[in-house]
């Protein structure tokens, strides 16, 4: 059973076998398991072992048929999963295609579950050999392992993004492209933050530059320009405001996924996020100031009016360039108010 890849028999010809017998599937060769040796050469037969693994209790009751038994010799204690998520050439798509499709019968016989994305730290193994097929599968699983996975008690792109490797920056993409596909309402992964307030954009300016950085950006965003990057810098990083202008003037006029233009999506964050964002507060128009956010329906003075960071010297000042606005807000008021009413008669 150790040599599976190099006499390469028939999945049927291994399912027979380990139907009959017993003693191949625990038999270790020196310190492997048969199914531990099958994850990184002869992957192919890894979901028939860990089957017939399960009825044998290979490596214990909850082992998983041994896809979960740890290699104790090994300093990381790896398992046959994270060996197979983990092995194969760097960066070799045609073979990452292939793992991909035992991946998948493994999902489906219930042999991978959601919850080993995170405990399992399968999102940092299939990063650590640029599996991208089996590292976006395993993402559409559980899209929140990208921000939840820890190495060295740091998230995934923090870790990666502080590494000066040349490889590293393959994988930085790889994380920056699912947490714009995942994680496109908070703005991706760019504005996590470690455990000392560090955003993952600052980490990665830190060690590599800005430009370099703004440079990467660009390239995955402006192609489709359908990605409100503006809003999430306005809001979270104003600081960093005239660079992202610079590379994405397209982005300014987008709505987000609420529907909010740049200007409400700053209103809508907090008064004192308004506060940072001067711009913003002097460039509003009339008809700015008298629309309703799309969400809350909060006119902008309304909005700076509420939270414990109230802003109402902005809400004056709002209010005194279009002082009209007041009078709307009170009918709409009054007409729900009204209509509320109306609502409780008819079930009386």
């Known amino acids: 059973m150790h040599e599976l890849y190099d006499h390469k028999p028939s999945i049927e010809a291994v399912e027979k076998v380990v139907k009959e017998f017993t003693y191949p599937l625990k038999h270790k060769d020196g310190r492997f398991l048969p199914i531990q040796s ?41 398992n046959a999963l994270q060996d197979f998520v983990n092995s194969g050439a760097y960066d070799d798509d045609e073979e990452d295609v292939k793992m ?18 995170l405990k399992q730290n399968l999102l940092l193994y299939s990063c650590l050999s640029l599996s991208k097929a089996r590292f976006e599968y395993l993402v559409s699983i559980d899209p929140d392992a990208l921000i939840e996975t820890k190495v060295r008690n740091t998230s995934l792109i923090h870790f990666f993004s502080s590494c000066k490797s040349e490889e590293t920056e393959e994988i930085v993409k790889l994380l920056l492209k699912s947490g714009f596909k995942y994680h496109a309402n908070i703005g991706g992964l760019l504005f996590i933050k470690d455990n000392h307030g560090t955003t993952a954009f600052d980490c990665m300016c830190n ?18 320009r359908g ?21 994405f003037p397209w982005a300014y006029d987008l709505k987000d996924h609420n529907a909010r233009t740049l200007h409400q999506a700053v209103l809508a964050a ?17 008809n700015q100031i008298q629309t309703k956010d799309p969400v809350t329906t909060l006119y902008p003075f309304a909005a700076m009016a509420v939270g414990e960071h109230a802003d109402l010297e ?19 008021d009054i007409d729900d108010s009204s209509n509320r009413s109306r ?3 008819r079930i009386g």
Do not use: C, W
């Open 100 to 117: 991909l499709d035992v991946l998948k019968e493994l999902r489906e016989a219930d042999l991978l579950k959601k919850e080993d994305i």
């Open 38 to 78: 099958a994850a990184s050469v002869g992957f192919e037969y890894l979901p028939v072992l860990a089957k017939a693994g399960i009825k044998h209790e290979v490596g214990g009751e909850d082992a998983r048929g041994g896809l979960l038994t740890a290699d104790p010799s090994d300093a990381d204690e790896q």
């Open 314 to 332: 902005t809400t004056f000042h709002l209010l005194r360039r279009q002082p009209s606005v007041m009078d709307r807000y009170l009918t709409s």
């Open 343 to 345: 609502k409780k008669r």
């Open 227 to 247: 990605f409100p990057i503006l809003h999430h810098v306005f809001v979270k990083a104003p600081q960093h405001i005239l660079t992202f202008l610079q590379k």
């Open 207 to 224: 060690e590599k530059g800005v430009e370099k950085v703004m440079s990467m950006l660009h390239d995955m965003l402006s192609t489709k």
């Open 270 to 286: 907090a008064p004192d996020v308004m506060k940072k964002n001067h711009m913003i507060l002097a460039s509003l128009s009339d």
